[in-house]
């Protein structure tokens, strides 16, 4: 499974971006899609996730702040982040596992999220 990220970039404080996130190769329809980021010095923390069912969890940082969501036709994910803060800067990983079988997680590249105060 191949995980290609797009989205990052700089913004200000309270504004937004969306990343979106298209997996190819072996998809397995039950799986689960996620975002993860990592700041500098830190280790790589849960965003939030999103099951092919449509079953959500959110990092208590994130809650009211962001959403995730999906299209499995595409089998794309996206997380919209709005009142963005300078504490959310970091790479934002993306992520695939099918919830069945191996539960193989899968990673992307990486993409950067600055957010200036």
């Known amino acids: 499974v191949q995980l290609q990220a797009s989205g990052g970039g700089l913004v200000q404080a309270g504004g937004s971006l969306r990343l979106s996130c298209a997996a190819s190769g072996r998809i397995f329809s039950i799986n689960v899609m996620g975002w993860y980021r990592q700041a500098p010095g830190k280790q790589r923390e849960l965003v939030a996730t999103?099951?092919?069912?449509?079953?959500?969890n959110y990092a208590d940082s994130v809650k009211g702040r962001f959403t995730i969501s999906r299209d499995n036709a595409k089998n794309t994910v996206y997380l919209q982040m709005n009142s963005l803060k300078p504490e959310d800067t970091a790479n934002y990983y993306c992520?695939?596992?099918?919830?069945?079988?191996?539960?193989?997680?899968?990673w992307g590249q990486g993409t950067k999220v600055t957010v200036s105060s």
């Open positions: 992520t695939w596992a099918p919830l069945i079988g191996t539960r193989q997680v899968y």
């Open positions: 999103i099951t092919s069912g449509g079953s959500t």
